[in-house]
């Protein structure tokens, strides 16, 4: 079984792998299908970096916003990574902040809590051009002010308005059937 490729595909099957990360405190989960494949491997990766030592790491808030994912977890840290620096996070219609991985110090390697850092702000950041219903290419668009990150496909006319049916559709593309928001 290669680790690198073989990654759930259900939400349950995801928690059934990481039980300890969907098992601590939590305000909601929404895993849509485009991203849901970039999240198994992000939680494959959080799990390697780990090692033995979860750390109690578990997710807070996994949401959409602006067109991307916002990805909130929670862990011990070590001793020495105590400081926070933010950084800019240009997207459609806003700037945002979030926390910057600390450096690592010359010759020493990165802690687990910056790797998983980098790690989330990678899988957050590349999400802006991944189409939230299926994975390919997209940019993020204004739909009456909602910001999402759709395909020409699945991207529905933007004047339609929230409460036309067609929205139901496109929510329906985007959302894993299995996904239970604010369960633990």
């Known amino acids: 079984m290669n680790a690198n490729h073989d990654h759930p595909s259900t939400v ?3 928690k059934e792998r990481y039980p300890y990360m969907f098992a601590g405190t939590n305000i909601g989960f929404a895993l849509y299908r485009g991203w849901f494949e970039m ?3 992000l939680c494959a990766d959080i799990d390697a970096a780990l090692c033995e030592n979860k750390r109690n790491f578990h997710w807070v808030q996994i949401k959409e916003k602006f067109g991307s994912y916002r990805l909130y977890y929670s862990m011990e840290r070590d001793p020495d990574d105590v400081s926070i620096s933010y950084e800019v996070v240009p997207g459609p219609g806003h700037v945002g902040l979030r926390p910057k991985a600390k ?3 010359a010759n020493a390697p990165a802690s687990p809590a910056q790797v998983i850092r980098e790690l989330v702000n990678r899988a957050e950041d590349a999400t802006t051009s991944m ?5 390919q290419p997209a940019k993020a ?3 009456n002010g909602y910001y999402l990150t759709l395909c020409k496909e699945h991207s529905p ?3 339609l308005s929230l409460s036309n049916p067609v929205w139901k559709k ?4 985007t959302k894993m059937p299995d996904d239970q928001e604010g369960s633990s």
């Open 103 to 105: 450096p690592a110090r």
């Open 170 to 173: 496109v929510w329906q593309a």
């Open 39 to 41: 999240f198994a491997r």
């Open 12 to 14: 349950q099957a995801l």
């Open 141 to 143: 668009h204004s739909y």
């Open 157 to 159: 006319n933007r004047r």
């Open 131 to 135: 189409c939230m219903a299926c994975g």
